[in-house]
C-alpha cells in the first residue's frame, strides 16, 4: 500500500516563496510519474507540474518560470518550489503518484492549503 504525506503549505504574501514536500511511503515512487495538483472550490483539480522517473518535467504554462519541481527517489519525497506566488495561486496541493506495476495505479495524499494575501 502506498500512502502520500503533504507538508509546507500555509499563508504567504504575494512574492513570496513555499515549498512543498510530499513523503511517499512505499516502494514504488522511483518508478513512477510524480505530479502536483491544486483545486478551489468549485472547480477541477488541476495539474501544476509533473516529474517522470528520468526526471523529465512538465510544468502547466501558469506556473512557468515560477514554480519547480524536483523528488529525491532515496528519501522518497516530492517537493514543489513556489516563487513570485500570487494571489491566484491560491488553493489546496495535492500530491500524486502514477505507475503501472502489472496494472495501473494512482494514488493521493490528502491536500495542502496555499494562501497567497497580503
Known amino acids: 500500500q502506498v500512502q502520500l504525506a503533504e507538508s509546507g503549505g500555509g499563508l504567504v504574501q504575494p512574492g513570496g516563496s513555499l515549498r512543498l514536500s510530499c513523503k511517499v511511503y512505499?516502494?514504488?515512487?522511483?518508478?513512477?510519474?510524480a505530479g502536483w495538483y491544486r483545486q478551489v472550490p468549485g472547480k477541477e483539480r488541476d495539474l501544476v507540474a509533473s516529474?517522470?522517473?528520468?526526471?523529465?518535467?512538465n510544468y502547466a504554462d501558469s506556473v512557468k518560470g515560477r514554480f519547480i519541481i524536483s523528488r529525491d527517489n532515496a528519501r522518497n519525497t516530492l517537493y514543489l518550489q513556489m516563487n513570485s506566488l500570487k494571489p491566484e495561486d491560491t488553493a489546496v496541493y495535492y500530491c500524486?503518484?502514477?505507475?503501472?506495476?502489472?496494472?495501473?495505479?494512482?494514488?493521493w495524499g490528502q491536500g495542502t492549503q496555499v494562501t497567497v494575501s497580503s
Open positions: 512505499g516502494t514504488m515512487f522511483r518508478i513512477g510519474v
Open positions: 500524486n503518484l502514477k505507475y503501472n506495476f502489472r496494472r495501473d495505479y494512482d494514488y
Open positions: 516529474i517522470d522517473s528520468d526526471g523529465a518535467t
